[in-house]
């Protein structure tokens, strides 16, 4: 896969971020209903190759938050109270934290994400606007606030869940992603696959998931009423993949987000942000 940059996307993020630079614009947009309303997808996911878990584990992902000037803080403050309501015992989330500014990220920590802490962890992967605008100082900020940013690597939950590994590769485009190392000493876990694009599914080769989350899609972020995009994000499965569960053979379920924020422009139509809820079992 190619690491080309594409640098009229990234002139187009900076050059809107710009002209919308005034908060105001994102939050007029907000309370007109521009930007969608915040939705609760729940899912359930029945393992069934290995050792029972203890008791069900309750994830929540959120991805594509695009902090900035095109996507209103109200937003994220409603997500996060989302999440904590939700009482999940692990968030995922799955990059693009900010849309053109790498310090924007502060806007969505201060929102919410830094005061509360789900008990077996928070965990992330890097996207492309991440990459575009800074990524080392965006996951610098994500671990100060006790987020663990996987960058092809995987991390084992403590007790009850000591069989579950959270798999997170770099941003299949714009990282140094490398499934090999990921995916290292997990063999025999259930893996939880997080990748900031269903472009990661490419790169998996004989490697399976148990369970997958994947962004960067915005469910198409304007679409016409059938759900259909109208414009595609980038990347040879974002069309296909665009939201939503699918069943990958010889993988595993794999569930893309519509993500929170706006990139672009701020308006969402036909797609709303989106927080995704699902409950891992073990299948007698």
């Excluded at 939201?243 to 672009?264: A, D, M, N, Q």
Aim: proline share 7%; net charge neutral.
């Amino acid at each position: 896969m190619s690491k080309k940059v594409p640098r009229l996307q990234i002139l187009i993020a900076k050059v809107t971020e710009k002209l919308l630079a005034p908060a105001f614009v994102a939050r007029l947009a907000y309370r007109w209903g521009w930007q969608g309303e915040l939705t609760v997808t729940t899912h359930d996911v029945a393992l069934r190759s290995h050792p029972a878990l203890a008791r069900p584990l309750r994830i929540a992902f959120a991805s594509d938050f695009h902090a900035g000037p095109k996507t209103s803080p109200e937003l994220f403050v409603q997500l996060f109270q989302h999440v904590q309501r939700a009482n999940v015992d692990v968030l995922l989330l799955g990059g693009d934290y900010i849309d053109a500014s790498s310090d924007c990220v502060s806007v969505l920590i201060e929102s919410g994400l830094a005061r509360w802490q789900p008990p077996f962890g928070v965990f992330a992967v890097l996207g492309n606007h991440d990459h575009w605008s800074g990524a080392e100082p965006v996951a610098r900020h994500l671990t100060a606030a006790g987020v663990r940013v996987l960058i092809n690597r995987s991390v084992q939950l403590d007790p009850p869940f000591e069989n579950v590994r959270i798999c997170g590769i770099d941003d299949p485009w714009m990282g140094a992603r490398d499934i090999q190392t990921a995916f290292e000493h997990t063999t025999g876990s259930i893996r939880v696959f997080l990748t900031h694009s269903p472009d990661g599914l490419l790169l998996l080769g004989h490697e399976s998931f148990d369970v997958g989350f994947a962004g960067h899609t915005h469910g198409g972020q304007v679409t016409f009423a059938s759900g259909t995009p109208i414009i595609t994000a980038g990347g040879p499965l974002a069309r296909q993949y665009s939201r939503g569960r699918f069943e990958i053979p010889g993988k595993g379920p794999l569930f893309v987000s519509r993500g929170v924020g706006c990139s672009t422009l701020p308006v969402r139509l036909n797609s709303d942000p989106e927080l995704l809820l699902c409950t891992l079992y073990s299948q007698p």
